[in-house]
């Protein structure tokens, strides 16, 4: 069974940083492919970043460009969101999620897509 933990969302100002874990196990991770979504009150799941475990195809949303960073410590199997510059618009439920998936190109942009999800982590960015 595979399963995902986040941890380490949490009240900032605006302007500062968190950093998010995604703790994956269950199973190897290498053909799978990552994301983390977020959900604010009223709005639709939308993709944050979307990666693969293994190789370095990554796509970051519009308005995360630049601000965040994904990385991961296979050693743990455990992937990171360093969120830098956080706006209030940022605060949201951010989950992470999996798709096992052989298509080396093929990135979970989609939350329909998704096979697994965490339970979220709430962040909260306040003016």
């Known amino acids: 069974q595979v399963q995902l933990v986040e941890s380490g969302g949490g009240l900032v100002q605006a302007g500062g940083s968190l950093r998010l874990s995604c703790a994956a196990s269950?199973?190897?991770?290498?053909?799978?492919?990552m994301s983390w979504f977020r959900q604010a009150p009223g709005k639709e799941r939308e993709v944050v970043v979307a990666f693969r475990w293994s190789g370095t195809t990554t796509y970051y949303a519009d308005s995360v460009k630049g601000r965040f960073t994904i990385s991961r410590d296979n050693a743990k199997n455990t992937v990171y969101l360093q969120m830098n510059s956080l706006k209030p618009e940022d605060t949201a439920l951010y989950y992470c999620?999996?798709?096992?998936?052989?298509?080396?190109?093929?990135?979970?942009?989609?939350?329909?897509?998704?096979?697994?999800w965490g339970h979220g982590t709430q962040v909260t960015v306040s003016s």
């Open positions: 269950g199973r190897t991770f290498s053909t799978y492919a």
């Open positions: 999620a999996a798709k096992r998936s052989s298509n080396y190109y093929y990135l979970l942009r989609e939350s329909s897509e998704s096979d697994v």
